[in-house]
């Protein structure tokens, strides 16, 4: 069975410092996907980013990075210079199969890290 | 709207009362999944449709939630004799096919629904 463990609950940075949310993962496949999605308090999760397990090159976007490492099955999100829009609950998710015809997702969340950035 | 629309967004129910949740995707999206949301937890997959073919129910937590889609847009999720633990909030996504997309799934804001 998959499972995503994102061991940090809260976190509460001062604007500027740069913070990392971690995230660990198990699955039984060799193919399968992860996904950040941030959820701020209006509700709607925004996707972030997907990566496939078979792209361990990291990846950085603007402020954001990701950390890729199978050997530690882990997925981990660096901020950068933190700022007050950052905060938000953080969510790391699975997918182990695509779906044949519309090749959609079904995916396994962490429990979330809730991120406050104090000014 | 250009997103993933639900309604209502806040609905409060006493226990026993059936509710019924709609989600409006986005058009042309093929994929929609339904998730339950509990408090201080991440989302959970309820069910998967692909146009109006109900392809996963896995998600399901009793016979009493009921999920359709009828003409393959808007899909409602139906909660029969509500119980207090069914309180949460249901999130709707929808997709592209994969060839088109990057696995996105664009979420709607959710239905907060509360037992009493």
């Known amino acids: 069975a998959q499972k995503v463990t994102q061991a940090q609950t809260e976190i509460s940075v001062v604007e500027k410092e740069d913070v990392t949310l971690d995230c660990v993962y198990e699955t039984r496949d060799t193919t399968y996907y992860l996904f950040w999605y941030k959820q701020p308090p209006s509700g709607e999760l925004v996707f972030l980013i997907r990566?496939?397990?078979?792209?361990?090159q990291n990846e950085i976007s603007g402020r954001y990075s990701w950390n890729f490492q199978k050997s530690t099955s882990s997925f981990n999100f660096t901020i950068t210079a933190s700022q007050v829009v950052d905060s938000a609950v953080y969510f790391c998710?699975?997918?182990?199969?695509?779906?044949?015809?519309?090749?959609?997702?079904?995916?396994?969340f962490g429990k979330g890290t809730k991120l406050s950035v104090i000014p | 709207g250009a997103g993933v629309s639900q309604s209502p967004r806040y609905k409060v129910a006493k226990r026993g009362q059936d509710v019924a949740l709609r989600c409006d995707p986005i058009?042309?999206?093929?994929?929609l999944f339904w998730y339950q949301q509990a408090l201080g937890q991440g989302p959970e997959f309820l069910t998967y449709?692909?146009?109006?073919?109900?392809?996963?129910k896995s998600g399901l937590p009793s016979d009493r939630f009921f999920a359709e889609r009828p003409e393959g847009s808007v899909s409602t999720l139906k909660i029969q004799r509500t119980q207090q633990e069914d309180s949460a909030v249901y999130l709707c996504?929808?997709?592209?096919?994969?060839?088109?997309?990057?696995?996105?799934?664009?979420f709607g804001e959710g239905s907060r629904l509360t037992v009493l």
């Open positions: 996504a929808s997709s592209l096919p994969d060839g088109v997309s990057t696995g996105e799934l664009f």
């Open positions: 058009s042309g999206h093929v994929s």
């Open positions: 998710a699975l997918s182990e199969a695509a779906y044949s015809g519309a090749g959609s997702y079904q995916l396994t």
């Open positions: 990566r496939n397990s078979f792209d361990e």
């Open positions: 449709f692909q146009n109006e073919a109900q392809l996963d």
